[in-house]
């Protein structure tokens, strides 16, 4: 495969990994392009690998992982971070996918504008269905569900930047599972709110029933004193 493609590959999957938790791609690419070989970041985003930029981004990926698994916060978190995640799916997928990672890539470094746009919409569209997942899971399970929904997110996401640095190619596996994990959320969450509402519209008609049922018994014994 093209240096190019595979860099596509890279960048998308940091994009998206972005969506699920923006700062496990920070942390992960600032430590390893200044303590390994593994990302070689270009001279204009060595910024990324400083220590401001690893310190600051620990304490938030720290908030984060303890914010998004409170049932009620994780909703306004995940509000708010609808204007942090596609920036920072942006500058992940213009940093990895012109870094040497899977070989130099020149297309993405000269053309940072288009990366910068596409890692963003990547981050945008995943994020956008964490937000959208998340409330279904909340309803279904009573909050209970948020943790675990949580620690899925934060694992698949560390994996997808594993995979996007070792094996790119998989990124496409890891796409058509988060799609069809969140239509199973989404769908699997309306059906069971539907099927709450059918068995709440029966209790209270059968206690309507039964009040009614009450009222003229006691309206007859009352008529026959």
Known sequence: MEAWALALLTGSGFAA??????F????????LARFTDVIVLPDELLWLQ????????LLLLLSELVLDKIPGVDHINDLLQFLVRPVV????????????????????????WLAGIGGA????????????ARPAVNASTGGTGAPLASFAEDALSVALCL???F???LVFVFFVFLAIALYRIVTTGRRRRRRRAQLEAAGRAEREAKA?????????????R
Do not use: C, Y
């Open 212 to 224: 009614e049922a009450g009222g003229e018994s006691s309206w007859w014994r009352g008529r026959w």
């Open 17 to 22: 990994a972005s969506g699920l938790n923006a």
């Open 89 to 112: 799916g942006g500058i992940m997928f213009v940093a990895t996918a012109s870094a040497e990672v899977q070989g130099q890539s020149d297309f993405w470094f000269e053309h940072p």
């Open 24 to 31: 496990i791609p920070v942390v992960l690419v600032g430590a």
């Open 121 to 132: 919409l990547i981050a945008l569209g995943v994020h956008t269905g964490k937000a959208v």
């Open 50 to 57: 400083s220590w401001p930029v690893i310190i600051v981004g």
């Open 167 to 169: 094996v790119p190619i």
């Open 163 to 165: 995979v996007a640095l």
